[in-house]
């Protein structure tokens, strides 16, 4: 419990809100535009999941998906200014989730969304959050954790996924054969001549999925780690063009991104205030006293 | 600091994103989004079995012959496709398929034909031996 609450610095809560915020018009217009094609799409191919069953959603139709695709790119892009973190953010993590629905509801369910959106739901449990801000608190300590955890599912569970649909010889399959086939690039297809390679590959993917628990363990370990994966998901793109653009901004949680606008702020301080002026300012005593 | 009431609720939702994140995997289904199993690339190729791909093939009206066809200009991707393979068995559902396009991408000419093709590789010791074809349904308009 000492863990999950573990202060965290709220400035990596504005940079993620800043990122993430700012990643939603790329992922709705550009990188992931077919979820708004599902628009003009015969209600005859919807297939409902679960959840909008239960909620007894309507079909997605031309007119509710342009509205909810407007509302969500207002609501994002007004939520980077940081006003009103709680009300802005609540409204895009509903519509960022009722357009997963309209992704994933014609015959394919993506798991690259999960961590991204938990990160989108635990951002306005957090108030107002300044940029470059080092002081950690509880509340920011947990929403981190908990897009941690989403992250480490992500891994974990992809690996008991492949246990449990393709077997525990999973790893001795021609599953990465069957990607490169389907949707190899130059890059990897040329490795189909080389089998040993893509079992010995297979073995890494579930080995590293495995131990990713680790990246909960904190410091040096985990950042390395985080590292690696951002590696192994450029590779996957190289490889088959696949790429898990939302669940790389997730990953962000781990890194100490607040420091970015730290740094920022102290230089444009020390460069473009009088030095003089800061004199008397407890942070400045030590270098002037 | 967060008050004991905040910190209460903030344990049982992690707990139940957690709990329902690991139910997902074990026993769900992807309809059980967002807590599905997280199963992308999670079945198993045999190494001497089959790699399979739909195609969409098609003629214009007024075209000479029949020719692939991008998924996207149905506003579907094609593991979609696939995903819903067995409902697309019939010349009714490939029509909904040319709704589709023509509400998609009314840009485009119109379809005299359809055609939804399932493309296999044979493998042998994982690699591709071998090309098959069959057609899962044809429409005409």
């Known amino acids: ?289 | 600091m967060l008050t004991p009431t905040g910190r209460a609720v903030r344990a049982v939702l992690a707990g139940l994103l957690v709990a329902l994140a690991v139910a997902g995997t074990l026993v769900g289904q992807d309809d059980h989004f967002p807590f599905a199993p997280f199963r992308m690339f999670s079945t198993r190729t045999a190494p001497e079995g089959e790699v399979r791909v739909a195609e969409l093939r098609g003629a214009v009206v007024g075209g000479s012959g029949e020719a692939v066809l991008s998924m996207a200009s149905f506003g579907l991707r094609r593991a979609e496709v696939e995903g819903q393979i067995d409902r697309l068995r019939t010349p009714r559902m490939l029509g909904e398929l040319v709704r589709s396009r023509e509400a998609v991408r009314g840009d485009l000419p119109l379809l005299a034909t359809l055609r939804l093709v399932q493309v296999h590789y044979d493998l042998r010791d994982g690699q591709e031996v071998g090309r098959r074809e069959t057609t899962v349904a044809e429409w005409h308009r």
């Open chain 1, 1 to 289: 419990m000492t863990w999950l609450f573990a202060p965290g610095p709220r400035g990596r809560i504005a940079a993620l809100r800043t990122i993430a915020y700012l990643f939603i018009p790329i992922d709705v217009l550009l990188t992931t535009s077919w979820v708004g094609d599902h628009a003009d799409v015969p209600g005859t191919l919807y297939q409902p999941l679960f959840v909008g069953r239960l909620l007894r959603l309507p079909p997605p139709g031309p007119v509710s998906v342009r509205v909810a695709m407007a509302a969500l790119l207002v609501a994002a892009l007004v939520a980077v200014t940081g006003r009103y973190p709680r009300l802005l953010g609540a409204a895009v993590a509903a519509l960022y989730a009722w357009w997963m629905l309209v992704a994933m509801s014609y015959g394919k369910v993506d798991h690259d969304r999960f961590a991204f959106l938990v990160l989108l739901a635990v951002l306005p449990t957090v108030g107002a959050a300044r940029q470059g801000d080092t002081t950690e608190d509880e509340a920011s300590g947990w929403a981190l954790r908990c897009v941690q955890l989403a992250v480490v599912a992500t891994y974990l569970l992809a690996a008991v996924a492949k246990f449990r649909f393709g077997g525990l010889d999973w790893a001795t399959g021609a599953t990465l054969s069957r990607a490169i086939l389907r949707r190899g690039t130059m890059l990897s297809e040329p490795l189909l001549e080389y089998r040993w390679l893509l079992v010995a590959m297979q073995f890494a993917i579930i080995a590293f999925e495995l131990a990713s628990p680790i990246l909960l363990v904190g410091g040096r370990v985990s950042r390395g780690y985080v590292v690696f994966l951002y590696g192994f998901q450029l590779a996957t793109f190289a490889g088959i063009g696949i790429i898990f653009l939302p669940h790389l901004v997730a990953m962000l949680a781990f890194l100490p991104v607040e420091r970015v606008a730290a740094a920022f702020i102290e230089r444009r301080r020390t460069r473009g205030q009088p030095v003089g002026r800061f004199a008397g300012s407890p942070d400045s005593a030590g270098a002037h006293g």
